[in-house]
């Protein structure tokens, strides 16, 4: 099915869901570009679970409207089911048969002829580093593997947009990157991807945009970068002293940067997190050298995705 470049893969307008008397969703509104990865971010219980359900059909919404390729979801959930796949939390194999077999069964349920699905097996059993364990059945498989099958397998049949639901929860980081990197040379390819993740690392190296809900409400929506610029406006200082620092230290600090927050680093460490981080440091150096205490070192970093999300959703 065609579609205009400058149109959205989906988009969702004053989504509400109730559940009894409890308001899971208060008036959700974003948009998702084709060929894009939109992260969607959250604390426990903010939504996200909730939003996901309803895009992939498998809810129904209280009010507003969502349109996944132009098509209304309460209307059209089957064609939409046809052109997505989805990859949630919980656990999904088939025990008792083996890595390969089940990837050709998950591919003949998708109606793929038996020449595509052998050729899209061995693409993806190469792509997910799976030869070792092609031939070990799903439930002798540990935690991490059975994670990397199940996300593997989705990518048997063919798909216009991709839901990831926190997908590499029990990978170890080699294989996490390994996912990662798949679906950045996928989305090249013109595929649209839904991320959600626990892990702010993750946020900033895959995703184009990011949408951060609280309470079932958006609370913020920009570009990794932007969000860091919007919200993340205090610089943190890290000075590392030849003498321990003591509690005169310390006080120092606190006379000079009275605003800043002020936290020990190990013996000789101490982290300041101050909105003027240059003007602080300058006068930090200035009274320390005549105080006659020694600096090692000393750098300025700016707020992490991780302290920005953090900082929002208290």
């Known amino acids: 099915m065609a579609h205009s470049r400058s ?5 969702v307008s004053q989504l509400k869901k109730k559940y009894g008397n409890k308001t899971a969703l208060d008036g959700v509104s974003f948009e998702v570009e084709y060929g894009k990865v939109f992260g969607f971010l959250g604390p426990n219980g903010a939504g996200k679970s909730t939003t996901i359900k309803i895009l992939t059909t498998l809810l129904l919404p209280s009010s507003g409207n969502v349109e996944i390729f132009g098509m209304d979801v309460t209307k059209f959930s089957a064609p939409i089911r046809k052109r997505i796949g989805v990859v949630s939390q919980q656990p999904s194999s088939e025990a008792n048969l ?12 998708w109606g793929l002829e038996r020449t595509k699905r052998k050729e899209k097996i061995t693409e993806i059993i190469e792509s997910f580093d799976l030869q070792e364990i092609r031939n070990i059945k799903n439930d002798e498989l540990s935690i991490g593997q059975k994670r990397r099958v199940q996300v593997a397998r989705e990518f048997i049949h063919e798909m216009d947009l991709l839901f990831l639901d926190e997908p590499t929860v029990g990978l170890d980081p080699a294989a996490r990157r390994m996912l990662l990197d798949y679906i950045k040379n996928q989305v090249k390819s013109g595929l649209t991807v839904f991320f959600t993740t626990h ?5 900033e190296y895959l995703c184009d945009e990011l949408a951060i809900i609280n309470r079932g409400k958006i609370i913020a929506f920009d570009t990794p970068l932007g969000l860091k610029k919007k919200y993340g406006k205090e610089n943190i200082i890290l000075i590392q002293l030849k003498e321990k620092v003591s509690e005169s230290i310390l006080e120092l600090i606190t006379k000079v940067s009275p605003e800043s927050q002020i936290i020990k680093d190990g013996e000789n460490g101490v982290k300041i997190t101050s909105i003027d981080s240059q003007n602080t440091l300058t006068k930090l150096i ?13 750098s300025i970093s700016s707020p992490s995705l991780e302290d920005v999300f953090l900082t929002m959703v208290k």
């Open 7 to 11: 149109d959205s893969c989906i988009s």
């Open 98 to 109: 083996t890595v390969e077999r089940a990837m050709d069964l998950y591919g003949l349920m």
């Open 199 to 203: 892990i702010m690392e993750e946020a």
């Open 286 to 298: 200035e009274n320390f050298s005549i105080k006659g205490f020694k600096i090692i070192n000393v």
